[in-house]
């Protein structure tokens, strides 16, 4: 989350992305193929200067979607990591008390509050407050939805109720913990935070408490603040919108685009095109990387409302900004944890990830990863290419798994990996930044993304222990698992009579050729082919169970512009070097200030490798998921780096051929 960034970009530059990066292949590149993302989609119409010209018309137009998630309700975890990380945050929510997060919005609307008040940035006089009372909605929404949990909702209830009596006494429609003259300040281009930023986050908590918990007050409240958006908005010129949009706004867009969409009201959709920034879509539209200076978590939020409003419209353009971006930003702005941004923005030219991890220690935050994995759930449902959960699935394990304290609920904001760096957390009633916002909402829905479906069967995209329950067809998936301290998975069925229907199993990019299948123990006869779904297409009984091998290996993925800076993998794990907890004190580990990190790279054994990873690296008998070096002048451990917490670490070392 930037602060005062007034971001129309200090170096916007145009380049040839074709021309960077260019003859920088890795000498040690390994031997499984690299993360090979689905290629943008080509524009068929003549390329035009400003595809988003002076109007933009919505016209409703519902596209189809290849695949839909299955519902979070259907979809249960099963003890291990990813519940261990639900549970953690459950139980931070359930710590949290609603009338301290009420505080600053009934004092806001002259409401009386005897509460006290909560720090960080929902400090009374901190011009993002309220932020992280709309995660908050979202969070309970999303863990009720997940685990049923009905104190959540109750809890989420009583917000909302509380919220509409704040909106009542304000008047009936804006609704915040801060007064209306931000709003001045913005549209004088003076300087102030985020307002709308902080409006995107109380209207989509609200959304999901309508979606998630049939609220149906949450919807009134919500159409609301829409209502009072609209007018504020609809009173501005074009023109002068477009400069309001130079301050960060979260997804207003995306947020208008969903109550459009829930309540089939249209003007709401005109309100978000409100929220197009032009200067920022056109290059994306026309397949040109301009991203270089941007605030990355400011950016990502407004393509997955152009990803919104091409699912509720079919206008290309809004398409291909998306498709574009989401390319873009997986291929040549992602660090190999599945992350991007350094102090919040790109700041290097595309595919100059080694340049740019020296400029700052402050690098992934997190709230940009559980956006992008957002943005990949809608590009996927277009698709139904098993590829985008190749980045989702590395995302997930290398940057977010670990990314809670399972102790207590905390999370990172940077996910720091220059070398030498330690995780840092936040503070239970001292931070709300946004990445705590995003952190509460992104492991309560960790089952959402496992299934998904089409008219005929099921595809299992991603191997975590759980049970879905797909109740149109009557059929259960009992996924038992250890992944990945076991490098596959079984799945079992469960169904009171026969049913016919292909099951898809992903095939992820990273397993080598040697993967297998057996259905009720009998190996089947096909060559499952790396980045892609295996289909098994039969009728399925009750205890039918049908196991999926999948070997993996080490791989090494290099820096695009330092060949010799190379990061070590086993199968979808990003593994890092354990370098020892040396000075490192249980203060240092708390963000106590805020959420930047001190971390300045610290000196590592550089290696030697006769070839691929296998020359240097050999796991450990008898551990799991353990490595060391092997004939390098210093040793050094590995393990996969979303369990390494209260120690530093390195996961870029520099690599050189041996002699
Ligand atoms: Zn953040």
Not at 100 to 117: C, D, E, I, T
Request: with cysteine; glycine share 8%; charged share 25%.
């Amino acid at each position: 989350m930037g602060k005062f960034r007034d971001r129309k970009s200090f170096s916007r530059r145009t380049f040839a992305t074709a021309l960077a990066g260019a003859g920088t292949l890795a000498p040690l590149r390994a031997q499984p193929a690299p993360q090979n993302p689905p290629a943008p989609h080509k524009r068929q119409a003549p390329e035009e200067i400003s595809p988003f010209g002076e109007t933009i018309a919505f016209k409703r137009k519902d596209m189809p979607a290849r695949v839909e998630p299955f519902e979070m309700t259907e979809v249960r975890l099963l003890p291990g990591a990813f519940k261990h990380a639900q549970d953690a945050n459950l139980a931070y929510l359930r710590r949290l008390d609603a009338d301290r997060l009420l505080h600053n919005f009934r004092v806001n609307a002259g409401l009386p509050s005897s509460a006290q008040p909560l720090g960080g940035w929902e400090k009374p006089d901190c011009e993002l407050r309220g932020h992280f009372v709309g995660h908050y909605l979202s969070a309970c929404a999303l863990m009720y939805s997940s685990t049923g949990d009905g104190k959540l909702r109750d809890t989420g209830a009583y917000i909302v109720a509380e919220l509409a009596k704040c909106q009542q006494k304000l008047g009936g429609g804006y609704l915040s913990a801060f007064p209306t003259e931000f709003f001045d300040r913005l549209n004088r281009r003076e300087k102030v935070w985020a307002p709308f930023y902080t409006i995107h986050k109380i209207m989509a908590g609200l959304f999901d408490t309508h979606q998630h918990c049939g609220n149906r007050q949450a919807l009134e409240v919500l159409e609301g603040m829409a209502n009072w958006a609209d007018n504020w908005t609809g009173a501005i010129p074009e023109p002068h919108m477009q400069e309001v949009l130079n301050t960060e706004y979260g997804g207003m867009n995306d947020v208008l685009y969903n109550l459009a969409a829930a309540t089939g009201n249209d003007r709401y959709a005109a309100v978000g095109d409100r929220f197009t920034k032009k200067w920022f879509f056109n290059p994306l539209a026309l397949r040109r990387d301009e991203l270089r200076g941007l605030h990355v978590n400011t950016h990502i939020p407004q393509v997955i409302g152009a990803a919104r409003r091409y699912e509720i419209s079919g206008d290309m353009r809004f398409h291909d900004v998306a498709d574009f971006f989401w390319y873009e930003v997986t291929s040549a702005r992602t660090y190999v944890t599945g992350g991007t941004s350094n102090a919040e923005l790109w700041r290097v030219e595309p595919r100059h990830l080694g340049e740019e991890l020296k400029l700052s220690s402050n690098t992934n935050e997190c709230c940009c990863a559980y956006n992008m994995l957002k943005l990949t759930r809608h590009l996927h449902r277009w698709t139904a290419d098993p590829r985008y959960f190749d980045y989702y699935e590395r995302t997930l394990y290398n940057h977010r798994l670990g990314a809670i304290d399972i102790e207590n609920g905390a999370t990172q904001y940077y996910l720091s990996i220059v070398s030498g760096a330690w995780r840092t957390f936040s503070k239970e009633n001292d931070s709300f930044w946004c990445c705590t916002g995003t952190g509460v909402e992104e492991f309560a829905k960790l089952n959402s993304s496992i299934y998904f479906h089409d008219g005929d069967g099921v595809f299992v995209n991603l191997f975590i222990p759980s049970e879905a329950h797909w109740r149109q067809k009557g059929i259960k998936i009992h996924q038992e698992t250890n992944f990945p301290e076991s490098p596959g998975t079984a799945l079992v069925i469960g169904t009171s009579k026969a049913v016919n229907m292909p099951l898809r199993l992903r095939i992820p990019y990273w397993v080598g050729r040697e993967a297998s299948v057996r259905v009720n123990g009998k190996l089947l006869e096909a060559a499952p082919s790396p980045g892609s779904y295996l289909t098994i297409a039969r009728t399925w009984r009750d205890g039918d169970r049908i196991e999926l091998d999948m070997p993996m290996h080490l791989h090494i993925e290099a820096m695009p512009d330092e060949p010799t800076t190379q990061a070590v993998l086993y199968g979808p794990l990003v593994l890092a070097g354990k370098l020892g907890a040396d000075g490192l004190t249980e203060d240092m580990i708390i963000n106590h200030a805020g959420p930047d990190v001190a971390h300045h790279p610290m000196e590592v054994p550089e290696f030697r490798a006769s070839s691929g990873p296998d020359s240097w690296l050999e796991q450990i008998a008898g551990e799991s998921l353990a490595f060391r070096t092997k004939g390098q002048q210093r040793d050094v451990t590995f393990v996969p780096f979303n369990r390494v917490s209260k120690e530093r670490y390195s996961i870029y070392w520099t690599v050189n051929e041996s002699a």
